[in-house]
């Protein structure tokens, strides 16, 4: 825990680290820990077809999907595309489905993602 009382979560200092730490923070139920993979604008696809976009929608949606404790499985990640402050990260989950994430840089170097169309896969 920091100084004020919250849980400090491991910070991405690649693209690739992001969906290693979605699939560990959406196993432990961690929805402090999945919102701050996010920057406070981003846009979140939603399974139903609907959109998150901010912070408190994106908190709102894990939420609902960390209520019922599912089990996620890894898939096999993508090579990553990146241009400067942008990377565009994929990852490959069983049964054909694949996520597809836009990352930027943050000015400290860390990685966060603006845009994430997710296929939940439930091990």
Excluded: C, K
């Amino acid at each position: 825990m920091g100084a004020d009382g919250e849980r400090q979560h491991e910070r991405a200092m690649a693209p690739e680290d992001l969906s290693r730490f979605v699939l560990d923070r959406l196993n432990a139920g961690d929805v402090d820990g999945l919102v701050a993979l996010y920057e406070p604008d981003a846009v979140l696809a939603l399974p139903d077809g609907r959109v998150a976009t901010g912070s408190a929608e994106i908190r709102r949606a894990y939420e609902q999907i960390v209520a019922a404790r599912p089990a996620f499985s890894p898939g096999e990640q993508q090579p990553t595309l990146r241009t400067d402050e942008l990377a565009l990260t994929s990852t490959r989950l069983a049964g054909g489905a694949t996520t597809v994430e836009v990352a930027r840089r943050q000015p400290d170097g860390t990685w966060l993602w603006v845009l994430d169309h997710p296929s939940f896969s439930v091990g």
